[in-house]
């Protein structure tokens, strides 16, 4: 069936998140056909309760309840969440697309433990005080078998871009600084190595089953470049799906996906 890409009105944009929603989209639709009950769902299997953690304005959520699912987006941001419901009104999933205030360490404020089929943790990791704490609770939020979707900054992507920039001696502090930065005004707390991530995601209770690096060439080539032949979009995004899965690139990916469930 047609993917149901994110930000389609946004071709680079598009690009930036179709590996990642492509790996998500199969992977709900395999969680929801081996679920019981429930209502169908477009994916072709029972719609799921999804947790989105730091949602922002629906760039995922919109997707999966496009594709029949419900979800709750939690997010600290009042003018993110005003976003939300916007994206999804225009989308016609309102009904489906839940906003509430609140952050990944105070989850269990606004959210009910033990009550979703998937959580999504999606660019939050690398900000939160304590990622350990943090994943601890979107983990704790799963049902029992449920689906783990874990999106970081990675670290290889950052040295790798400030070096190709000119900037050599952040470069080089981002890549042994331990934890990532490129300096005092990078906006990103931390960053992780896929072996940082696949570790902490283990150690959460999370089976897991699939590991891609994301945007690791997308970020590096100029718009102009890219845009300039006809077909040069759908071919970088071909390449950056063979990129993603294998080993030898995801070191250098501007972002890192686990996806796993829980135990």
Same mark, same amino acid.
């Given at each position: ?14 690009? /930036? ?8 989209? &199969? ?8 679920? @019981? ?45 005003? %976003? ?10 309102? &009904?489906?697309?839940?906003?509430? @205030? ?8 606004? $959210? ?19 990622? $350990? ?22 670290? %290889?992507?950052?040295?790798?871009? /400030? ?27 931390? /960053? ?8 902490? #995601? ?8 699939? #590991? @891609? %690096? ?8 100029? &718009? ?25 690139? @995801? ?6 996906? #686990? ?5």
């Amino acid at each position: 069936m047609p993917r149901t890409t994110p930000h389609d009105h946004l071709p680079r944009a598009s690009l /930036r998140a179709a590996v990642v929603w492509e790996a998500l989209e &199969d992977a709900l639709a395999r969680h929801g056909a081996a679920g @019981q009950g429930g209502a169908d769902a477009a994916a072709g299997g029972r719609a799921l309760d999804v947790l989105d953690t730091g949602g922002g304005t629906g760039g995922f959520a919109v997707p999966a309840a496009l594709l029949g699912h419900r979800v709750t987006v939690v997010d600290p941001s009042p003018n993110a969440l005003f %976003g939300l419901q916007r994206r999804a009104a225009e989308a016609g999933v309102a &009904d489906r697309v839940r906003g509430v @205030q609140g952050d990944i360490h105070a989850l269990f404020d606004v $959210a009910e433990p033990g009550a979703y089929d998937a959580v999504l943790c999606h660019g939050v990791l690398e900000y939160v005080d304590d990622p $350990a704490a943090g994943l601890a609770n979107a983990v704790a939020a799963l049902r029992p078998g449920g689906l783990l979707s874990v999106l970081a900054a990675g670290l %290889g992507g950052a040295v790798l871009a /400030r070096a190709l920039a000119g900037h050599f001696s952040s470069a080089r502090r981002a890549l042994t600084g331990g934890d990532g930065r490129w300096g005092e005004a990078d906006p990103v707390p931390r /960053r992780f190595t896929p072996e940082e991530l696949t570790r902490l #995601v283990a150690a959460a209770g999370v089976d897991v089953r699939a #590991v @891609q %690096g994301v945007r690791t060439f997308s970020d590096l080539v100029p &718009d102009g470049l890219a845009e300039s032949e006809p077909g040069a979009l759908d071919a970088l995004l071909e390449l950056e799906r063979a990129a993603a899965e294998s080993p030898a690139f @995801q070191p250098v990916a501007a972002q890192l996906h #686990v996806l796993g469930g829980r135990k």
